[in-house]
Each structure stands twice: as C-alpha cells, then as structure tokens.
C-alpha cells in the first residue's frame, strides 16, 4: 500500500474530516428502544437475584 492510501485509512476504514459525521450514522436508527430494553433486563436480574437469595436465606433457617 502506497503511503498516501496509509494516510486515508484508519482503523480499516476511510477517515473523516473532523467537521463531517460518518455516513453510517445516517443509516443508524434512534437507541432510545435499546437504552429500554437495558432497563427492563437489569430490573428482571435484579428481581431474579432478589428470589435466589431469599429461597437460600430460607433453605439455611431450616
């Protein structure tokens, strides 16, 4: 690979000017449904936790 194309390439891909976005960020979609779908998980893990350690909790007082 000749130098000049060195310099283009970051990371395997065509670098950006430091005032343009990439272009993938036009084709990506909002995260607002993933940042829900992350609450909803951690709160059934943490519900999931919660009746692990109550069922061991009981399992020791007998």
């Not at 993938?24 to 059934?44: F, G, H, Q, S, Y």
């Amino acid at each position: 690979m000749e130098d000049k194309d060195k310099e283009h390439i970051v990371n395997g891909t065509e670098s950006v000017a430091s005032n343009e976005a990439p272009p993938i960020l036009d084709k990506e979609k909002d995260d607002v449904p993933a940042a829900n779908n992350l609450k909803r998980t951690m709160i059934i893990a943490i519900v999931v936790l919660l009746l692990v350690y109550f069922i061991y909790e009981l399992m020791l007082k007998k």
